[in-house]
């Protein structure tokens, strides 16, 4: 379906500006995926994991333990 494909590439575009700078860790790419899903789809993303704190434009709350 098109609005599918349209959504995957729009989601695969936001992951790459996520992960293109030099300093990002390979450890955070599945962090970074997952910023980029909530971000196109308009959510917020709670989460205990501040990693996601470096993630410019990502509509975030952290919990506390």
Do not use: M, N
């Amino acid at each position: 379906h098109p609005l599918i494909a349209q959504l995957a590439e729009k989601i695969e575009s936001t992951w790459r500006s996520l992960t293109a700078t030099s300093r990002f860790s390979p450890k955070l790419w599945s962090d970074a995926y997952l910023a980029a899903l909530a971000a196109c789809h308009g959510y917020q993303v709670v989460t205990f994991a501040r990693d996601f704190a470096g993630f410019s434009g990502i509509r975030s709350e952290f919990l506390s333990s």
